[in-house]
């Protein structure tokens, strides 16, 4: 009895340990009492400023916008080969191309979560959402990337929701949100799929610069 009630005890305490481990492990995730959403909606032609027109490329077809966001940040946007890539950020750069292999555009409006820091509501990511694919198979995917806190850290996509299939897939954004992209390291890890995962649904690439 003695043996059995020990094995028992030491069985307790090695879940403990290994759940204090996977605490430890997780994200660091941003407190619910902190967070909430300021919107964005954007008049691409007219409240963004024009940097890259894409030489001789056609129309609409390799430009790069500078867009203004809340508190002084900013919305990068490259359009190459009707590709899109974003970045947002407190300084107005471009990082490395990140992009679905397919055709893709954007929604004009851009949610920017934001946390406390410092005593001020500061953003720490976006949620976007994208259209990627050709016509009819078109996917609408809401994209969620860090913002860049200066102009030496990169802004990335931390993960990706395919809405065909997934319910409430904007309060499941913001969950990840909250959960995933505070200490997210762009480069380091790579976006993760959350909700519906299908066999069709778009997967993002990053381009690592040489």
Not at 97 to 107: M, P
Request: proline fraction near 7%; include cysteine.
């Amino acid at each position: 009895m003695t043996q059995t009630v020990s094995r028992a005890a030491t069985l307790r305490a090695i879940a403990i340990c290994a759940l204090a481990a996977l605490a430890l492990a997780a994200p660091r995730a941003a407190s619910a009492a902190e967070v909430d959403s300021v919107y964005r909606t954007y008049d691409w032609q007219n409240d963004c400023q024009l940097v890259d027109d894409g030489g001789d490329e056609p129309p609409g077809m390799g430009a790069k916008l500078i867009c203004p966001g809340p508190g002084g940040l900013y919305l990068m946007l490259a359009d190459s080969d009707a590709r899109i890539s974003l970045d947002y950020g407190a300084a107005p750069v471009f990082g490395p191309w990140e992009s679905f292999a397919s055709f893709s555009t954007v929604h004009d409006t851009v949610e920017w979560r934001r946390q406390r820091i410092n005593g001020r509501m500061q953003a720490f990511a976006t949620i976007h959402r994208w259209i990627v694919g050709p016509d009819p198979s078109k996917r609408e995917i809401l994209v969620i990337s860090t913002v860049a806190q200066d102009a030496n850290t990169e802004s990335c996509i931390v993960a990706y929701i395919d809405t065909t299939d997934t319910p409430n897939a904007n309060r499941l954004a913001r969950r990840v949100t909250d959960r995933h992209a505070p200490g997210f390291v762009c480069g380091n890890a790579r976006p993760r799929a959350f909700g519906y995962v299908g066999l069709d649904t778009p997967v993002p690439h990053r381009v690592t610069p040489h």
